[in-house]
């Protein structure tokens, strides 16, 4: 099993920036992609930002140019490094992870971190 634990969540006004970082523990030799997700009041869980552990790297359309994605891969960490934050970037950020044990692969979640960006 592997687990993730979120921190750097918090308040920000329009136009700042914040750093969430994700560390895994665990059976992490197993670890192929990590990521962020998100999902705010009344919405569905969206894409943020995903690493492969190749290093190729997806973004939602909405943070192109403003967030990015960081991978260790000896520490096991992902960080998203959020600027020109905006007030519908509010939500709560979950970090994820997708863990191989065969023959499957499992979405791993974190417990998720408060982002809020007030206007």
């Known amino acids: 099993q592997v687990q993730l634990v979120e921190s750097g969540g918090g308040l920000v006004q329009a136009g700042g920036s914040l750093r969430l970082s994700c560390a895994a523990s665990?059976?992490?030799?197993?670890?192929?992609?990590m990521g962020w997700y998100r999902q705010a009041p009344g919405k569905q869980r969206e894409l943020v930002a995903v690493?492969?552990?190749?290093?190729?790297?997806e973004y939602a359309d909405s943070v192109k140019g403003r967030f990015t994605i960081f991978r260790d891969n000896a520490k096991i960490t992902v960080d998203l490094q959020m600027n020109s934050l905006k007030p519908e970037d509010t939500a709560v950020y979950y970090c994820?992870?997708?863990?191989?044990?065969?023959?499957?692969?499992?979405?791993?979640w974190g417990q998720g971190t408060q982002v809020t960006v007030s206007s």
């Open positions: 690493m492969s552990s190749g290093g190729s790297t």
């Open positions: 665990g059976s992490t030799a197993s670890i192929n992609a």
């Open positions: 994820s992870a997708k863990w191989y044990s065969h023959p499957l692969y499992y979405d791993i």
